[in-house]
Protein backbone atom coordinates (compact mmCIF):
# COMPACT_ATOMS: atom_id res chain seq x y z
CA UNK A 1 0.00 0.00 0.00
CA UNK A 2 1.01 3.32 -0.82
CA UNK A 3 0.35 7.15 -1.72
CA UNK A 4 0.76 8.82 -4.57
CA UNK A 5 1.38 13.35 -4.07
CA UNK A 6 1.25 15.33 -6.90
CA UNK A 7 0.66 18.79 -7.56
CA UNK A 8 3.65 20.79 -6.76
CA UNK A 9 5.28 23.17 -8.23
CA UNK A 10 6.41 27.33 -8.87
CA UNK A 11 3.95 29.89 -7.94
CA UNK A 12 3.51 33.48 -7.20
CA UNK A 13 2.79 34.67 -4.45
CA UNK A 14 -1.12 35.70 -4.43
CA UNK A 15 -1.75 32.66 -6.33
CA UNK A 16 -3.09 28.96 -6.19
CA UNK A 17 -2.21 25.59 -6.38
CA UNK A 18 -4.15 21.69 -5.99
CA UNK A 19 -1.94 19.27 -4.13
CA UNK A 20 -3.62 15.75 -4.56
CA UNK A 21 -2.55 12.36 -2.84
CA UNK A 22 -4.09 9.12 -4.26
CA UNK A 23 -3.38 5.74 -2.31
CA UNK A 24 -3.41 2.53 -3.57
CA UNK A 25 -2.85 -0.78 -2.81
CA UNK A 26 -5.06 -3.83 -1.00
CA UNK A 27 -7.07 -1.70 1.54
CA UNK A 28 -10.45 -1.31 2.52
CA UNK A 29 -10.83 2.08 3.60
CA UNK A 30 -9.31 5.25 4.80
CA UNK A 31 -9.35 7.01 8.35
CA UNK A 32 -7.41 10.30 8.99
CA UNK A 33 -6.28 11.86 5.63
CA UNK A 34 -3.92 15.03 6.05
CA UNK A 35 -1.64 17.34 4.68
CA UNK A 36 2.02 17.76 5.99
CA UNK A 37 4.49 20.39 5.36
CA UNK A 38 8.17 20.99 6.00
CA UNK A 39 10.41 23.80 5.68
CA UNK A 40 14.18 24.06 4.93
CA UNK A 41 15.46 23.10 8.40
CA UNK A 42 12.34 22.67 10.37
CA UNK A 43 10.38 19.76 11.54
CA UNK A 44 7.33 18.83 9.56
CA UNK A 45 4.31 20.33 10.60
CA UNK A 46 0.52 19.99 10.16
CA UNK A 47 -1.18 21.87 7.73
CA UNK A 48 -4.84 20.28 8.00
CA UNK A 49 -6.08 17.12 8.29
CA UNK A 50 -10.01 15.35 7.28
CA UNK A 51 -11.38 12.44 9.18
CA UNK A 52 -13.48 9.79 7.46
CA UNK A 53 -16.93 11.83 8.27
CA UNK A 54 -15.14 15.12 6.44
CA UNK A 55 -14.30 16.75 9.34
CA UNK A 56 -11.62 19.04 8.78
CA UNK A 57 -9.61 21.31 10.66
CA UNK A 58 -6.38 23.31 10.09
CA UNK A 59 -3.05 24.90 10.96
CA UNK A 60 -3.45 28.66 12.46
CA UNK A 61 -1.72 29.56 9.56
CA UNK A 62 -3.29 28.44 6.45
CA UNK A 63 -6.99 28.57 7.66
CA UNK A 64 -9.20 30.66 5.27
CA UNK A 65 -6.79 29.89 2.11
CA UNK A 66 -6.60 26.13 2.15
CA UNK A 67 -8.96 23.80 1.77
CA UNK A 68 -8.86 20.07 2.44
CA UNK A 69 -11.37 17.52 1.09
CA UNK A 70 -11.36 14.06 0.24
CA UNK A 71 -12.60 11.48 -2.73
CA UNK A 72 -13.38 8.60 -0.85
CA UNK A 73 -14.57 6.74 -3.97
CA UNK A 74 -10.55 7.42 -5.38
CA UNK A 75 -8.99 7.13 -2.43
CA UNK A 76 -7.55 10.57 -2.36
CA UNK A 77 -7.12 13.81 -0.42
CA UNK A 78 -6.67 17.11 -1.84
CA UNK A 79 -5.41 20.54 -0.52
CA UNK A 80 -6.78 23.52 -2.48
CA UNK A 81 -3.92 26.13 -1.54
CA UNK A 82 -5.06 29.68 -2.42
CA UNK A 83 -3.92 33.42 -1.85
CA UNK A 84 0.11 31.73 -1.63
CA UNK A 85 2.54 33.47 0.34
CA UNK A 86 6.34 32.85 0.30
CA UNK A 87 5.90 31.83 3.40
CA UNK A 88 3.93 28.66 2.40
CA UNK A 89 7.35 27.17 0.25
CA UNK A 90 7.73 24.01 1.46
CA UNK A 91 7.90 20.39 0.87
CA UNK A 92 4.19 19.17 1.36
CA UNK A 93 3.39 15.51 2.35
CA UNK A 94 -0.04 13.13 2.34
CA UNK A 95 -0.48 11.54 5.36
CA UNK A 96 -3.29 8.79 5.67
CA UNK A 97 -4.82 5.87 8.12
CA UNK A 98 -5.56 2.90 5.95
CA UNK A 99 -7.53 0.59 6.61
CA UNK A 100 -5.45 -2.70 5.57
CA UNK A 101 -7.53 -5.56 7.14
CA UNK A 102 -11.00 -5.64 8.29
CA UNK A 103 -11.34 -8.68 10.29
CA UNK A 104 -9.78 -7.79 12.87
CA UNK A 105 -9.48 -3.97 11.91
CA UNK A 106 -6.20 -3.27 10.95
CA UNK A 107 -4.75 0.09 9.92
CA UNK A 108 -1.55 1.50 8.76
CA UNK A 109 0.03 4.63 8.79
CA UNK A 110 1.49 6.04 5.30
CA UNK A 111 3.62 8.73 4.10
CA UNK A 112 3.59 10.48 0.83
CA UNK A 113 6.96 10.76 -1.09
CA UNK A 114 6.20 14.91 -0.66
CA UNK A 115 6.03 17.19 -3.49
CA UNK A 116 7.75 20.75 -3.59
CA UNK A 117 5.54 23.96 -3.28
CA UNK A 118 7.82 27.06 -4.39
CA UNK A 119 6.39 30.25 -3.84
CA UNK A 120 7.92 33.55 -4.97
CA UNK A 121 7.43 37.20 -4.31
Known amino acids: VQLQASGGGLVQAGGSLRLSCVAS????????MAWYRQLPGKERDLVAK???????NYAESTEGRFTISRDNAKNAVYLQMDSLKPGDTAVYYC????????????????WGQGTLVTVSS
Open 95 to 110: NADLVVARLPRLTQNR
Open 25 to 32: GNIFGIDD
Open 50 to 56: IAGDGMA
